[in-house]
Structure formats: structure tokens, C-alpha cells
């Protein structure tokens, strides 16, 4: 019989504790999760979703609108639709998780740049649209909803930006 060294290898390195076998296959079962079930009710997920439903139904309303103002209505469509892919594009990158692959950007970052632009551009076109409706009901509504999904958008922005530069800045002075 030989006594010599033998090398067993283990999942864990050297530096660290080793984690029970228990927790290592649960969160490799949740990485294998394709969809982040959680994200759909959080209330950043529910956010996204309100924000989404009230910038179609603002196009919506303008686009059936009879217009009287070209410029100020085509504006206003293309930033509406322009805010619904971006916020459309951010809630699969959370559903999906993408961001744990993709970690070449910082995503809290992107995300708040994107509601800082978005809303100062919504709030801008729901304020021609507004001015620009000439009591015709659709066009109305159109504005209305825009400044729903704008204030929608300041609530995002905060929470991003409670995430983004509130907890670095802790992080940093630890």
C-alpha cells in the first residue's frame, strides 16, 4: 500500500471557507434559471411595466388624433416609442439577467443616464403636446399620459440613482 500525497479537487480555493454542498446547488440552480421570476413583482419591475403601458397609451392617443400641428406631435411619437424600447430593452436585461454576463457595463449607470435624457425629453414633448392640443381629446390624453410616464420616470430616476450613486459612495468610504 502506498501512503504517498494524493490531490483531490474541490470546487472551492484555497483563500476562501468552503460553503456546504446545499448552497452550492442552489445557486446553481438559480443561475440556471432562465427568467428572474422576482424581478416581475418588484417594484422596480412594476415600474417599468406602468411606464411602459402609459407611454403606449400616450401614443396611442395622439396617433388616432386628428393633428394640427405636425412637428409637435411627430416629436412627441418618436420620443414616446424612442422611452418604450429603452425601458423595454432595460426590464429584459433585468428579466433575463443579462447584466450578470454582460458586466463590462456598469447597468445602474446606463439605466439612470437613460431616465436622466428620457424623461427631460418626455417632459419636454408632453409640454408642446400640451400646449399644442387645441382641446382635441386624443391629443389631451396623449399629454396627459405623457406626463404620467414622466412622473414615473422621476420615481425611476431616484430609485437609480439610490442604487447607483448611493450605495458606491458607501461602498467607497468602507
Known sequence: ???????????????????PPAAASSSAGSDAELMDGAYFRSCAGMLKVAQMISLLVGFISVNTSPWTDYSAYSYFQIV??????????FYII???RIY?????????????????????????ASIVAASRSYNLNGLVAGATFGFLATILC?????????????????????
Open 80 to 89: 414616446t416609442m424612442c422611452d418604450l424600447v429603452m425601458i423595454l430593452f
Open 100 to 124: 450578470r454576463k454582460l458586466t463590462c457595463v456598469s447597468w445602474p449607470l446606463a439605466e439612470f443616464l437613460h431616465y436622466l435624457i428620457g424623461t427631460i425629453l418626455l417632459l419636454i
Open 94 to 96: 433585468h428579466i433575463f
Open 1 to 19: 500500500m502506498s501512503h504517498g500525497a494524493r490531490v483531490i479537487r474541490t470546487g472551492v480555493s484555497s483563500g476562501g471557507p468552503a460553503a
Open 154 to 174: 422621476v420615481l425611476s430616476i431616484w430609485s437609480s440613482y439610490k442604487v447607483s450613486c448611493i450605495t458606491q459612495s458607501t461602498n467607497a468610504s468602507v
